[in-house]
């Protein structure tokens, strides 16, 4: 009897453990939802938590979108390739480097981008011994369904889709339309294979909304999604031949399949812009090193930005209302995420009654409020101005750069060479960055207003107003920090003026930010902002190769993590080197945050993970006075952001 009660004593035990365990994998708990504070401003809840609006951080993965046409690599396959091992290693990779997402740097969402076409085809995962691994709708569902397990929010970002060559082939002649031929892929190929598939929205298919069937004579072991959205995924695309019509059915048909799960949000289109056509293929257009963005001269390659005045807000509108109630007609309730123009930076536009975008004109431009609920919009405020001080190697020396401090937004304007804290693509060394390919952050993509005592402005003065140039160059210190004692207002400039207003109508959240060489006062600034203004984020990107942008290898790519492998001829990727994730234990010690601005994300997140946003409290009625310390402010009052404010 004795052995009996040992062995149930222990087989309740072991049912215990089990099912402890149980409870932590599957910790998706209550249903996500948007609504107003008591002052209208937006956020995101979640009714089993608690009636306090929450903040959302973590990163955006990529690799799914991603691939070289017409080769294996797609899907992602070629970054969660194991080199060796069974079939399922790579299954267990994207497991893992979730897993340690959600445990070891604290992540409350995930941005997952996907290829639009390749859902839609349900492209054929494979490995290079061409033995299938999986549908591609399967593969995705892996990292959805281990993420939302660990309660994590995933935010499915239609990122891009098979692209076919643009109408026209001469430079600023007609408007960007489709694949430029300009962005290619030269490494690990016999020769260089650009962005341009047959045509748009590769891939045979039937819809679930339509039940017609598409590109009945397309391979579905093809994979031919574009190797960037910058290089034709823009609304002038959508608008062509019968792109509309796939791109409702891929909503359709995404919302059908996770409708059942909250913890999914929807982001419609990741960077809707409008260019004018590039000369198609320009050989003016080169690589500064193999495995890097193209870059191309001033005048050459990609056409012009559309001027503001000529945005097309009517359509960009029609697109979503008609893309929203698609999937509300599933019965599908998630999050729905929309995206501004101007490549997900503008809601303002002009601003004008005729011109302006939904901030200037929301009766025309956002139907959606009037009928549907759970929509958020999203913003990608990069420093696009890169390299213009000291980065550092070793330490933060970006911090209290002269120029850097302030964003590159003044400054001569030259790379500044300056060490980075990644290794060279040749030698062990420090790389030095380079601002190849990039120019000054425009005035709109820039911070509000705030005090840089260590910056130095364009006239060689130390002290700068710096953001926004059009509303805080000519401010003076006391002007600029009570700009910056309440960022909420539009006038403060930049997110403020161009995005910060869309809150009157859902909550915001930034699925992409960052710099573009590791410098960390923009992120910096960032998060002390969203931290003010209640916004959600996912940085931009989890990137493990040494490589990216044009140049400055991983820093010249806006990466939240150290590379887990030195030269981009490594490719190590997360599974084909020794440092690698088919381990938890691995996974753990290679998912490092970058120096520095990944180092400040990771520390951000895992300060609160998630964190309740803070109601904006009344106007303040304290002394309008620098400080810096409470002392200075009096009573019911504090020094916040070195001005006085209430308590």
Same mark, same amino acid.
Not at 146 to 161: E, F
């Given at each position: 009897?004795?052995? +009996?009660?040992?062995?149930?004593?222990?087989?309740?035990?072991?049912?215990?453990?089990?099912?402890?365990?149980?409870?932590?994998? +599957?910790?998706?708990?209550?249903?996500? !939802?948007?609504?107003?504070?008591?002052?209208?401003?937006?956020?995101?809840?979640?009714?089993?938590?608690?009636?306090?609006?929450?903040?959302?951080?973590?990163?955006?993965?990529?690799?799914?979108?991603?691939?070289?046409?017409?080769?294996?690599?797609?899907?992602?396959?070629?970054?969660?390739?194991?080199?060796?091992?069974?079939?399922?290693?790579?299954?267990?990779?994207?497991?893992?480097?979730?897993?340690?997402?959600?445990?070891?740097?604290?992540?409350?969402?995930?941005?997952?981008?996907?290829?639009?076409?390749?859902?839609?085809?349900?492209?054929?995962?494979?490995?290079?011994?061409?033995?299938?691994?999986?549908?591609?709708?399967?593969?995705?569902?892996?990292?959805?369904?281990?993420?939302?397990?660990?309660?994590?929010?995933?935010?499915?970002?239609?990122?891009?889709?098979?692209?076919?060559?643009?109408?026209?082939?001469?430079?600023?002649?007609?408007?960007?339309?489709?694949?430029?031929?300009?962005?290619?892929?030269?490494?690990?190929?016999?020769?260089?294979?650009?962005?341009?598939? %047959?045509?748009?929205?590769?891939?045979?298919?039937?819809?679930?909304?339509?039940?017609?069937?598409?590109?009945?004579?397309?391979?579905?072991?093809?994979?031919?999604?574009?190797?960037?959205?910058?290089?034709?995924?823009?609304?002038?695309?959508?608008?062509?031949?019968?792109?509309?019509? +796939?791109?409702?059915?891929?909503?359709?048909?995404?919302?059908?399949?996770?409708?059942?799960?909250?913890?999914?949000?929807?982001?419609?289109?990741?960077?809707?812009?409008?260019?004018?056509?590039?000369?198609?293929?320009?050989?003016?257009?080169? &690589?500064?090193?193999?495995?890097?963005?193209?870059?191309?001269?001033?005048?050459?390659?990609?056409?012009?930005?559309?001027?503001?005045? &000529?945005?097309?807000?009517?359509?960009?509108?029609?697109?979503?209302?008609?893309?929203?109630?698609?999937?509300?007609?599933?019965?599908?309730?998630?999050?729905? &995420?929309?995206?501004?123009?101007?490549?997900?930076?503008? !809601?303002?536009?002009?601003?004008?009654?005729?011109?302006?975008?939904?901030?200037?004109?929301?009766?025309?431009?956002?139907?959606?409020?009037?009928?549907?609920?759970?929509?958020?919009?999203?913003?990608?405020?990069?420093?696009?101005?890169?390299?213009?001080?000291?980065?550092?190697?070793?330490? %933060?020396?970006?911090?209290?750069?002269?120029?850097?401090?302030?964003?590159?937004?003044?400054?001569?304007?030259?790379?500044?060479?300056?060490?980075?804290?990644?290794?060279?693509?040749?030698?062990?060394?420090?790389?030095?960055?380079?601002?190849?390919?990039?120019?000054?952050?425009?005035?709109?993509?820039?911070?509000?207003?705030?005090?840089?005592?260590?910056?130095?402005?364009?006239?060689?003065?130390?002290?700068?107003?710096?953001?926004?140039?059009?509303?805080?160059?000519?401010?003076?210190?006391? &002007?600029?920090?009570?700009?910056?004692?309440?960022?909420?207002?539009?006038?403060?400039?930049?997110?403020?003026?161009?995005?910060?207003?869309?809150?009157?109508?859902?909550?915001?959240?930034?699925?992409?930010?960052?710099?573009?060489?590791?410098?960390?006062?923009?992120?910096?600034?960032?998060?002390?902002?969203?931290?003010?203004?209640?916004?959600?984020?996912?940085?931009?990107?989890?990137?493990?190769?040494?490589?990216?942008?044009?140049?400055?290898?991983?820093?010249?790519?806006?990466?939240?993590?150290?590379?887990?492998?030195?030269?981009?001829?490594?490719?190590?990727?997360?599974?084909?080197?020794?440092?690698?994730?088919?381990?938890?234990?691995?996974?753990?010690?290679?998912?490092?945050?970058?120096?520095?601005?990944?180092?400040?994300?990771?520390?951000?997140?895992?300060?609160?993970?998630?964190?309740?946003?803070?109601?904006?409290?009344?106007?303040?009625?304290?002394?309008?006075?620098?400080?810096?310390?409470?002392?200075?402010?009096?009573?019911?009052?504090?020094?916040?952001?070195?001005?006085?404010?209430?308590?």
């Amino acid at each position: 009897r004795r052995v +009996h009660g040992e062995c149930l004593f222990f087989f309740v035990m072991r049912f215990l453990l089990w099912f402890l365990a149980a409870c932590v994998v +599957h910790a998706r708990v209550g249903e996500w !939802y948007t609504a107003p504070d008591a002052n209208g401003a937006f956020h995101y809840y979640n009714d089993a938590w608690s009636s306090k609006p929450v903040q959302l951080k973590g990163v955006s993965m990529t690799g799914f979108e991603t691939g070289t046409r017409g080769t294996q690599s797609g899907a992602g396959y070629w970054l969660f390739d194991p080199k060796s091992g069974s079939p399922g290693a790579s299954e267990q990779i994207i497991r893992n480097v979730v897993t340690t997402l959600k445990q070891k740097w604290g992540i409350s969402v995930l941005r997952i981008p996907i290829c639009g076409s390749a859902w839609l085809q349900n492209y054929a995962v494979q490995n290079y011994g061409k033995q299938k691994l999986a549908s591609y709708q399967e593969w995705v569902d892996i990292a959805v369904k281990t993420a939302t397990d660990l309660g994590v929010v995933v935010v499915l970002d239609n990122h891009l889709w098979a692209i076919g060559k643009q109408t026209s082939t001469t430079r600023n002649q007609g408007m960007e339309d489709g694949c430029t031929g300009i962005n290619k892929v030269c490494v690990g190929v016999p020769e260089c294979v650009n962005s341009c598939a %047959d045509h748009d929205w590769y891939g045979k298919y039937t819809s679930t909304r339509t039940g017609k069937t598409y590109n009945a004579n397309d391979d579905v072991n093809s994979w031919q999604c574009a190797i960037a959205n910058a290089d034709g995924c823009s609304l002038d695309n959508i608008k062509r031949g019968n792109n509309a019509e +796939h791109f409702f059915n891929l909503w359709h048909d995404l919302a059908t399949h996770y409708k059942d799960n909250s913890h999914v949000f929807f982001e419609l289109f990741n960077e809707p812009y409008q260019r004018k056509a590039a000369k198609f293929n320009d050989p003016a257009c080169t &690589q500064k090193e193999p495995g890097t963005s193209f870059d191309c001269p001033p005048g050459t390659g990609f056409g012009d930005n559309l001027d503001e005045s &000529q945005y097309d807000w009517k359509y960009w509108a029609e697109l979503y209302n008609i893309t929203i109630g698609i999937i509300r007609s599933t019965g599908a309730n998630n999050v729905i &995420q929309v995206s501004g123009l101007d490549w997900n930076y503008d !809601y303002l536009g002009k601003g004008g009654a005729s011109t302006g975008g939904p901030i200037a004109r929301p009766d025309e431009l956002l139907p959606w409020t009037k009928w549907a609920k759970n929509i958020g919009y999203s913003l990608h405020p990069y420093q696009h101005g890169s390299c213009c001080g000291a980065i550092g190697a070793n330490s %933060d020396e970006s911090a209290n750069d002269p120029f850097q401090s302030a964003f590159c937004m003044y400054g001569n304007g030259q790379a500044s060479n300056s060490p980075l804290p990644i290794p060279n693509s040749v030698s062990a060394g420090s790389k030095q960055c380079d601002d190849t390919g990039y120019t000054k952050t425009q005035n709109k993509k820039s911070p509000p207003c705030m005090w840089k005592s260590q910056a130095m402005g364009p006239s060689g003065q130390y002290g700068v107003c710096a953001g926004d140039r059009n509303t805080c160059s000519s401010l003076s210190q006391s &002007q600029c920090m009570a700009m910056q004692g309440n960022w909420t207002r539009p006038s403060a400039g930049g997110w403020s003026n161009y995005v910060l207003p869309m809150q009157r109508y859902g909550p915001l959240m930034a699925t992409e930010f960052g710099p573009f060489d590791c410098s960390s006062p923009f992120t910096d600034a960032f998060l002390k902002y969203a931290r003010q203004t209640g916004i959600s984020y996912t940085a931009w990107a989890l990137w493990p190769q040494n490589s990216g942008g044009p140049g400055a290898g991983a820093c010249g790519y806006p990466s939240v993590m150290i590379p887990t492998g030195g030269p981009l001829t490594a490719s190590c990727g997360f599974g084909k080197c020794d440092n690698n994730c088919l381990t938890m234990e691995n996974c753990a010690n290679i998912l490092n945050p970058m120096p520095w601005s990944g180092k400040l994300i990771a520390d951000d997140i895992k300060g609160g993970s998630p964190t309740p946003s803070p109601a904006p409290g009344p106007p303040s009625s304290c002394p309008s006075q620098i400080c810096e310390s409470d002392a200075e402010c009096g009573a019911q009052c504090r020094c916040k952001f070195n001005m006085c404010t209430n308590a």
